[in-house]
């Protein structure tokens, strides 16, 4: 057809995909050098020009729809992202939205912010150090997206926002993970760095990162040193605790949990029979408190516990850091001292952009004022010359031409009221050129002299450090002082996950936090969902495959998937040669019974056990007998199965009739017969709700009856 266009897949992806992706990363996903996403960004410029820097509040409603005017994207979107930034959500060091009604809780799942119209909203103190001097051209403005507006590209911020508060996002390709410093550290360190670059640590001056939500870091130097360098690594965070005479209130959580998944996650293990120190779990957040309160049995060896929930649940979690920041349009990871690096260099080209500006307007000024010392040396010929002049057009060229100055000049001179000749103010102005050569000669100074310069953002910092520093709200737990449980299962960071298995052999891993509100599941185009499986991230993965072998893969070695993404391959996960997989499933304690359906008639039923070892084992060989297995199934109870044979005749049978075997490689239970040198060609589970399902039920080994037609069809096919 005319219409079809060839082009190379390279060229594709370069002229179509690679801008998408560019615009991802630079216009929504990653954080830039001041410390904001364009989403954040604009909000925040969007409640300035609204001038709610000062005053009252306004409806958040109201900030959000014309906040749209630079965001063209859903309503909800920028809500969600003002809510991150308000006081009352608690998700920032530094919030810069003094918030007002039900804005949720960042450490709750279930505490849900109240809708746009409900809240109230405006900048908090600290928003000032955003938008200093930026109406002096000290950053660039553009166009919004439509042309109608113009907007910052970035914000002239005081401080090195960036890492003073955590941002999180995923682009194509990439993603960005930033933990929150305390800003008396962040700004002594910058201090420090402005006055001996080489010579600087980051870790003489910045202890760890300080979550809003508290909690103990466990003080890990080498790895601290390595997120410090590279702006990439993992911090692991303890919730603080209190002992009672019966009970463990866990008051502050690890920044990256909730306590609804916390007390989710000890429930289960509870009911598991793995905490049966344990009575009740209360959460206790109110107006108040806020923890959770673990009610235990009498002599219990509480601190022991204590040990035991930090290892078993998300009360001990890791953060990881990824310092991934868009840097004049290129996303880089950069270490603490490389973003200081960068930041001052965006700071100092916004202050020279000032400086310039003002520079403009004072030579400007004086300009003007040189010609005013002119007229005063002689008044009288400048007022008689305005008098003498007949036509009103020809002040200015005659003021040009008598008096030497130039156009502006002459127009100046002819705007000044004639109540301003009096003697007061003209010796006003001759002070004002006094004053206004200083002005300028201290901005030349600031402009051309580095040192200068240096002094003024040290000024800067130190002001801003007076007025908005904090004490530490993270503490530091020295990691020699951590008891070592020697139970290796304990040692997993463990969560809730689902596992999601394709036909292609997909595998993909989601932690249940991620899985709230609305999301799709990708998979490849022709590929389908066959299976998921609710378990922990201390699971193991079973791989059976053709081969008669079963592979074993620790679920916590798997990494955490979105939703958006494929996942992992199991062929390439695992290096399969020449070997197909035939089924797979996901089990943290080996309980339930494998169902294996062989094209002989016989169907195996093995203890799930039969495949748990002591030891770490990634393959195991001869895990069912060496035939050909086309049914595959793990089950707690029995069900019903329904086998079709090769000449199209079938039957019903319950798992019940087959014992239960702990060899791996039995050869199963007679189910269906052979007739005419036929053979099974497909098992399928069936439900009770089967209106024909006691018609081709059978107690004992059969050959079955014939197939009616559409019986089962939805299964048969």
């Known amino acids: 057809m005319s219409n079809i266009i060839e082009q190379n897949i390279i060229d594709t992806l370069t002229n179509n995909y690679m ?28 409640m ?90 000290t950053v660039e403005m553009v166009d919004n997206y439509d042309g109608t507006e113009k907007e910052p590209r970035l914000l002239p911020v005081t401080f090195p926002a960036i890492l003073t508060n955590p941002q999180s996002g995923i682009a194509n390709g990439m993603a960005s993970n930033i933990a929150s410093f305390n ?8 201090i420090a760095y402005i006055g001996n670059p080489k010579g600087t640590n980051v870790s003489d001056f910045i202890i760890a990162p300080d979550f809003p939500s508290g909690g103990n870091i466990i003080h890990k130097e080498n790895e601290l040193k390595k997120i410090f360098n590279t702006g990439r690594g993992s911090i692991t965070i303890r919730s603080t605790y209190q002992i009672l005479d019966n009970s463990i209130v866990f008051e502050e959580i690890p920044y ?35 923890g959770i309160e673990i009610t235990v049995k009498n002599n219990t060896n509480k601190e022991q516990l204590v040990e035991k929930l930090f290892k078993l649940t998300p009360l001990e979690s890791t953060f990881s850091c990824n310092f991934n920041i868009v840097v004049n349009g290129r996303p880089k990871v950069l270490g603490i001292k490389e973003i200081i690096h960068e930041w001052l260099g965006f700071r100092a080209n916004a202050i020279k952009r000032g400086v310039k500006f003002e520079l403009v307007k004072a030579y400007e000024r004086m300009h003007f004022l040189n010609a005013l010392k002119i007229v005063i040396l002689d008044i009288d010929k400048t007022i008689s010359l305005i008098r003498e002049t007949k036509v009103n057009s020809e002040v200015v060229n005659n003021l040009v031409t008598e008096l030497s100055i130039d156009q502006k000049q002459a127009e100046f001179i002819a705007d000044i009221k004639l109540r301003n000749l009096n003697e007061e103010y003209l010796l006003n102005r001759i002070n004002e050129i006094d004053t206004l050569a200083s002005e300028i000669e201290k901005l030349e100074r600031l ?39 020697e139970d290796e299962s304990l040692t997993v960071e463990d969560y809730n996950v689902r596992f999601f298995i394709t036909k292609e052999g997909y595998i993909k891993k989601i932690p249940l936090t991620s899985l709230r509100g609305n999301f799709n599941i990708k998979i490849k185009d022709g590929d389908e969902i066959i299976n998921e499986i ?34 992992e391959f199991l062929p390439s996960l695992l290096s399969l040669k020449d070997e197909e997989i035939l089924y797979v499933t996901v089990t943290n304690d080996y309980k339930g019974q494998l169902i294996i359906g062989f094209d002989d008639g016989k169907v195996a039923k093995i203890d799930l056990t039969a495949y748990e070892t002591k030891q770490n084992r ?54 269906m017969k052979s007739k005419n040198e036929s053979n099974v060609k497909s098992y399928h589970t069936v439900g009770e709700d089967y209106p024909e399902v006691d018609y081709y039920r059978t107690a004992n080994a059969g050959v079955g009856k014939y197939l009616k037609d559409n019986d089962f069809s939805e299964l048969v096919k």
């Open 19 to 46: 801008p998408y992706t560019a615009y991802v990363i630079r216009e929504r996903a990653l954080p830039e050098i001041d410390g904001f996403k364009p989403s954040q960004r604009r909000i925040l410029y969007t």
């Open 48 to 137: 300035m020009k609204m001038g709610l820097l000062k005053g009252s509040r306004k409806k958040s409603q109201g900030v959000v729809g014309r906040t749209m005017f630079l965001h063209p994207h859903g309503d909800m979107a920028i809500y969600e992202a003002l809510v991150r930034m308000s006081k009352d959500a608690e998700s920032f060091l530094l919030p810069y939205i003094d918030s007002e009604g039900n804005f949720g809780k960042q450490y709750s799942r279930d505490m849900q912010f109240a809708s746009a119209r409900y809240t109230e909203v405006r900048l908090s103190s600290v928003s000032n150090e955003l938008f200093k001097d930026i109406n002096n051209d």
């Open 183 to 190: 800003l008396n550290e962040v700004i002594d360190f910058t």
């Open 256 to 290: 990256s949990t909730t306590f609804e998944a916390i007390i989710d996650k000890v429930s289960d293990l509870v009911k598991e029979g793995k905490l049966k120190e344990i009575i009740d779990i209360d959460n206790i957040v109110g107006i108040d408190s806020k």
């Open 447 to 485: 402009l051309s002299d580095r040192r200068t310069l240096a002094n003024h953002i040290i000024d800067e910092l130190k002001e801003v450090k007076k007025k908005y520093g904090e004490d530490r709200k993270t503490g530091l737990i020295n990691v020699n002082d951590v008891p070592v449980i």
């Open 534 to 567: 609710d378990t922990t991230n201390n699971s193991d993965i079973l791989v059976f495959t053709d081969k008669q072998n079963v592979y074993k893969y620790k679920a916590y070695e798997l990494e955490d998937h979105k939703p958006s993404v494929l996942g």
């Open 618 to 671: 990634s393959m195991l060989k001869k895990a069912y007998a060496d035939k050909k297995g086309i049914y595959w199934n793990l089950i707690n109870d029995d069900i019903d199965i329904l086998s079709v044979s090769s000449i199209d005749k079938a039957l019903v049978f319950n798992t019940s009739m087959i014992n239960s075997k702990t060899s791996k490689t039995t050869i199963g239970v007679t189910v």
